[in-house]
């Protein structure tokens, strides 16, 4: 047993034996009786016991009460709770105003979703942007002013 061991011990069990786990009850003793640092120690801790039975708590009258009915503060909500709360609102008329046009964008940003992410066999090819080119070009240049059609 170790000082350092013992000191461990004294700090989690308390001074009185009784409280000491089985297993190191023996080694603890024997370290006691052989070691005058452990003695000193072990009459510290009793003379701190003691201090601290002789404290008394003071009465807090209602405390109990005051805690348990204080209002809690405001949670902090995240972005997406944000965003839910600006698209269904708690009052009643709100629901019923914002879950119609909610429902009406559901397949509106599905199908935005689903056209960004997928070509659907649709290829753009180089050739047809210099086609689209020429024919600006080409309708660029035409005078629109005459008057005979």
């Not at 003695?39 to 002789?54: F, P």
């Not at 708690?90 to 559901?106: H, L, S, T």
């Not at 660029?140 to 059609?149: A, H, K, M, Q, V």
């Amino acid at each position: 047993m170790t000082l350092e061991k013992f000191t461990r011990i004294i700090d989690l069990y308390g001074c009185k034996s009784a409280r000491w786990p089985q297993s190191l009850l023996a080694e603890c003793e024997s370290f006691v009786t052989n070691n005058i640092e452990a003695r000193t120690l072990l009459n510290q801790q009793y003379q701190v016991d003691e201090s601290m039975a002789k404290l008394e708590v003071p009465d807090f009258p209602g405390l109990e009460t005051r805690v348990l009915n204080q209002s809690l503060p405001e949670r902090n909500r995240g972005f997406f709770e944000e965003v839910i709360s600006w698209l269904i609102p708690d009052e009643y008329f709100g629901k019923q105003v914002w879950r119609p046009a909610i429902a009406a964008c559901i397949p509106l940003v599905f199908g935005i979703v689903l056209g960004n992410y997928f070509s659907f066999g649709i290829g753009i090819e180089e050739d047809g942007f210099q086609y689209w080119d020429d024919e600006l070009a080409m309708l660029s240049l035409t005078d629109y002013t005459e008057t005979n059609f």
